[in-house]
């Protein structure tokens, strides 16, 4: 008798399933590398933006100067939050600027002076998210030391809200993760700000 060849249902069956689990895997392995991407790229332009509002914090810091209605240009400084005068659009007079965190995102606020005497109306404040995903945890954003730093390691950070009229140097750092759990290790930014002219403005 002649036996025809083929494939039985048992063998279709488990080829079928073999199938259709290997497209799964495919689409897995497909969907793994995209949120990879995906990750990669949050994480770059996250620390792209905060490397480049840090950059701006500083040179605005730097040219600090006394407000429109002649305060003195540092006006408070605490482990998360700076407030000072400067002039940060080159239009000759100087703006009220605040950056501070608040919920892990990294925020500026700007007010033009107005009137005459000059006034800086809360009210008038723009506000702008600079950086998002900040994970400090308990690193502070900024570090504040006086003109005896390095020698003097006592009373130097300073304590917060600062005085200040003693600081000559601010220490900022950020640390960016694009994942939301606090505590996951990402990448941190610091820089040092050196405030030594602003004596020369009480």
Do not use: C
Request: aromatic share 12%; glycine share 8%; hydrophobic share 35%.
């Amino acid at each position: 008798m002649k036996i025809k060849g083929g494939f039985t249902i048992v063998e279709v069956s488990i080829a079928g399933f073999l199938m259709v689990a290997l497209g799964f895997g495919i689409l897995a392995l497909n969907k793994v590398l995209q949120d990879s991407q995906l990750f990669g790229f949050t994480n770059f332009t996250n620390v792209e933006e905060a490397n480049f509002s840090i950059s701006h914090l500083a040179r605005e810091m730097r040219t600090m100067r006394s407000g429109q209605n002649g305060a003195y240009a540092f006006v408070y400084g605490d482990e998360n939050e700076v407030r000072f005068y400067s002039d940060i659009d080159y239009d000759g007079t100087s703006e009220y600027v605040r950056y501070y965190l608040e919920d892990g995102t990294f925020y500026k606020s700007v007010t033009e002076p107005t009137g005459f005497p000059a006034t800086y109306p809360p009210a008038n404040a723009v506000i702008k998210p600079l950086s998002g995903n900040v994970q400090n945890g308990g690193t502070p954003v900024f570090l504040y030391f006086n003109e005896d730093w390095p020698t003097d390691t006592t009373n130097n950070p300073m304590l917060t809200p600062v005085s200040i009229a003693d600081v000559r140097l601010v220490r900022i750092s950020l640390n960016i993760s694009s994942n939301d759990n606090v505590g996951t290790k990402g990448y941190s930014l610091n820089t040092n700000v050196n405030l030594r002219m602003l004596k020369d403005n009480l």
